[in-house]
């Protein structure tokens, strides 16, 4: 099953990198316990592949015990950079999430719900959202077909 998001301008994110309260739930989310945004994150980014909870998990574990979970992040900010052509590069990405982290997640956050996610839902609820409105098989035409 494959979910697409909406497509935006090409190369560029739809938010800037400091917008990370225009969201205010995202936001307070992120600032007290961004291991949950990261999870989301990385859940959609992973196509279902990793869960919420097994991502977040790691994340907490890799911050808590190296304080490297940055790198972890970083990891998924090129990885969905990559699979929408944004611009960017690693260094770039690693500089963000170490000096920045919480901005990065919330901008990765915001990224995903403007191409049309509800990244709390998780990728199986957005999949099941998105096929809730089609109708399986060919429509049926009454009477037949006429000239």
Not at 65 to 79: E, L
Not at 103 to 128: C, I, K, P
């Amino acid at each position: 099953m494959e979910v697409k998001g909406k497509p935006q301008a090409e190369g560029e994110w739809s938010t800037g990198f400091c917008d990370s309260c225009s969201d205010c739930s995202s936001c307070c989310m992120t600032c007290w316990c961004p291991c949950v945004t990261f999870g989301r994150i990385a859940e959609i980014i992973d196509k279902g592949s990793t869960s919420c909870c097994e991502a977040g998990a790691l994340y907490m574990l890799l911050t808590w015990f190296t304080g490297c979970g940055f790198i972890y992040s970083c990891h998924y900010r090129t990885k969905m950079r990559k699979q929408y052509n944004l611009k960017g590069s690693e260094c770039g990405d690693c500089f963000k999430n170490f000096f920045c982290e919480r901005s990065a997640l919330t901008q990765a956050y915001r990224e995903l719900t403007n191409r049309g996610f509800d990244v709390a839902l998780g990728w199986q609820g957005n999949a099941e959202r998105q096929n809730a409105g089609v109708a399986m098989g060919a429509p049926v035409v009454q009477g037949g077909m006429m000239r």
